[in-house]
């Protein structure tokens, strides 16, 4: 570490408990209660929508073990974008910051934020999908809401985190009780011929494994804070392996009872799968659900605004953001200039966006960028053998999943192309000409001096020499 780093004196604070639940929290969100009728519409069949949720799973496991390896030989926090720094340079690494803060974390919060609107309102709409705008505005008030908190204090958004956590898994396990409960009582009847009618398309494949993938996000949340983590040798492999393990196995009992519950046309035509499985074996508790659902999708929000500032934080003292995205404010110890930003991004995002297709658009670009990761590692193994490796992994696995992601990126574009992500290609690939002149050649550094002065006055903000 150079000095820079120990300046930021980063505590090792997070035992393997706390690296659990800051995985499975994340992951835990909005999909399992929003993605299941999509997988299922798109891929067609009972049967192979499990398919695809336990492959979901395995790939993620198996993405993991690279990611483990990666964060054990990289030790600095920051995720995908310090290993792409360190392995493929500062260009593919700044196009990474660039997308992530301008478009995939932005689309990650409208995306949850919009599965928690449509669960708080469906109950006062129980024969009709609500209406857009109604939906629209309770997510926007959500993510004002947590923009708020998260801006005040630090402690707070933590704790409010661990109670949603508890909210969520007692959600998921009442689901798999009522299944159970459905299953024993004889009502199998969607997993009779439950291959049928499976559409082995392209992009039937591709789309249903954006949306699965989509609820198993957030695996990648501890590789964010590795320099926080207690004895990341150990603790990394382990909380990976432990909380992806224990939240595929969920979501795999979830759906089955989703199945024993809905025939496969009730649950394509649900706009809210808990909310219609509330009703279904609750009867007249079924509220709790959305309730329930709502809250899991709170939770993963607060989580995501959260580890998000860590990226701008380890970018800009790369040099790769501006100063002040970096900085906190100085009474409140929070990373409000970051917020501030995501937030007002969000929102825009958020005018245009649909559950469906933002979803579709995160995972193409999330697995584009795991994609260039798992090149990073592949070209660690081959190239920089000496490297002390405390966790290794065979080679075969990162050149497996690269292929995996490979297809997941290319799919829906060969299949069916839709000029969206032709945008969204460009939109990557413009991070490239921002990074020539402004970081490359720092165009422009006293406008950029000015304004971070004024903007420190105007927050009260400082540079953060503390880990927040
Ligand atoms: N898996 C979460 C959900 O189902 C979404 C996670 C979004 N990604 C993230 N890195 N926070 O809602």
Not at 1 to 15: I, Q, T, W
Not at 45 to 70: D, M
Not at 123 to 131: D, G, K, M, N
Request: positive net charge.
């Amino acid at each position: 570490m150079d000095d820079k780093e120990h300046k930021l004196s980063l505590k090792r604070e997070v035992g393997l408990m706390g690296a659990v639940s800051l995985i499975g929290g994340t992951m835990i969100g909005s999909g399992i209660f929003m993605s299941p009728q999509t997988v299922l519409a798109s891929i067609g069949s009972p049967g192979a929508s499990l398919v695809v949720w336990a492959c979901c799973g395995l790939l993620v496991i198996t993405v993991s073990f690279c990611y483990a390896e990666l964060g054990t030989v990289i030790k600095e926090s920051g995720g995908e974008y310090i290993y792409i720094l360190r392995t493929s340079g500062p260009v593919v690494a700044f196009m990474l910051v660039f997308s992530s803060v301008m478009f995939v974390r932005p689309a990650g919060i409208v995306g949850i934020s919009l599965s928690f609107a449509q669960y708080v309102v469906a109950p006062f709409y129980p024969e009709c999908s609500p209406p857009v705008l109604v939906v629209k505005f309770v997510a926007a008030a959500a993510i004002l809401t947590l923009a708020v908190v998260n801006s005040m204090n630090v402690r707070f958004s933590m704790s409010v985190q661990v109670f949603f956590m508890v909210a969520k898994v007692l959600a998921l396990a009442v689901i798999i009780i009522g299944g159970v409960v459905m299953l024993v009582r004889g009502h199998n009847e969607s997993f009779k011929d439950s291959f049928e009618n499976t559409n082995l398309g392209i992009n039937p494949i591709g789309i249903a494994f954006y949306q699965g993938l989509w609820s198993y996000d957030g695996w990648n949340n501890l590789n964010y804070v590795t320099e926080e983590l207690k004895r990341p040798e150990k603790n990394l492999p382990r909380a990976l392996l432990i909380a992806i393990s224990l939240v595929t196995g969920l979501y795999l009992m979830v759906n089955v009872s989703y199945l024993a519950v809905m025939t496969p046309k009730e649950l394509m035509s649900s706009n809210a799968v808990a909310v219609t499985w509330g009703n279904k074996v609750l009867g007249s508790w079924g509220w709790i659900m959305s309730v329930a659902a709502a809250l899991s999708a709170f939770g993963s929000l607060n989580g995501t605004f959260f580890s998000g500032g860590r990226v701008c934080f380890v970018a800009a003292r790369e040099g790769h953001m501006p100063e002040i995205l970096s900085m906190a404010h100085v009474h409140r110890l929070t990373p409000s200039p970051a917020l501030i930003f995501t937030t007002v991004i969000s929102l825009v995002v958020l005018i245009p966006g649909d559950f469906q297709s933002i979803v579709n658009y995160f995972s193409f670009t999330a697995w584009f960028f795991y994609g260039i990761t798992l090149g990073g590692l592949i070209y660690l193994k081959i190239k920089k053998k000496d490297l002390p490796r405390p966790y290794s992994v065979p080679i075969i696995l990162p050149i497996l999943v690269l292929f995996v992601a490979i297809f997941l990126v290319l799919a829906p574009i060969i299949d069916n192309p839709q000029i969206e992500y032709l945008y969204v290609a460009l939109f990557i690939l413009s991070g490239a000409l921002i990074y020539v002149p402004f970081i490359h050649f720092k165009l422009c550094p006293g406008l950029l001096r000015k304004m971070t002065v004024f903007l420190q006055l105007f927050l009260e903000v400082a540079p953060a020499d503390k880990n927040l």
